[in-house]
């Protein structure tokens, strides 16, 4: 797992901003974090996607506590009231994203609006479907950083992810 931490380090310094296709993100951050138990009510201006990759704890938004554990997938999304809580430790992955509308479609815009009211935030996922062998792959690519078309490989894997990510809950 410590190739996640690299990988994570690389990506925060190379993907901040991803677009094709008619659709443009800025990438807040990108994180990996092996121990997280517990956080403050928080809000972000952006979306935030969460994946456990193991562990066991609660997901809490507004008035609602969700249980997450391995291969739960929950997303935050701007402007809403969440915590994490854990006794014993999340390993995560989460990645904070915002459309950049003005280098993005209509449908793109709508489609991230149908986003922001989604009513099922919590999902579990297989660990082999695509969202989450996207995120290991773009994880482990980026801490392989002697290929010759790193950052187009990155770059493109990055992109995917995300609408992958969108894909899931939309």
Same mark, same amino acid.
């Given at each position: 797992m410590d190739n996640f931490v690299s990988g994570k380090i690389t990506?925060?310094?190379y993907i901040q901003c991803t677009g094709s296709n008619g659709?443009?993100?800025?990438?807040?951050?990108w994180g990996v974090m092996p121990e997280h138990y517990n956080n403050l009510p928080h809000k972000h201006s952006f979306f935030e996607v969460c994946y456990v990759v193991e562990g066991e704890g609660t997901y809490i938004?507004?008035?609602? @506590?969700?249980?997450?554990?391995?291969?739960?997938?929950? =997303?935050?999304?701007p402007?809403?009231?969440?915590?994490i809580k854990s006794d014993t430790g999340l390993f995560l992955l989460y990645v904070g994203f915002e459309l950049v509308e003005s280098e993005s479609t209509e449908k793109w815009i709508t489609i991230i609006?149908?986003?922001k009211q989604c009513s099922e935030v919590v999902i579990d996922v297989?660990?082999? @479907?695509?969202?989450?062998?996207?995120?290991?792959?773009? =994880?482990?690519?980026?801490?392989?950083s002697e290929s010759a078309l790193f950052e187009e490989i990155l770059s493109n894997l990055a992109h995917s992810l995300i609408l992958s990510l969108i894909q899931t809950f939309v």
């Open positions: 990506l925060n310094e659709v443009s993100f800025y990438v807040h951050y938004e507004q008035e609602c @506590t969700y249980q997450i554990k391995e291969n739960t997938m929950f =997303l935050s999304r402007d809403v009231l969440h915590q609006e149908e986003a297989k660990d082999d @479907t695509a969202a989450p062998l996207m995120w290991k792959s773009l =994880l482990i690519q980026a801490a392989n």
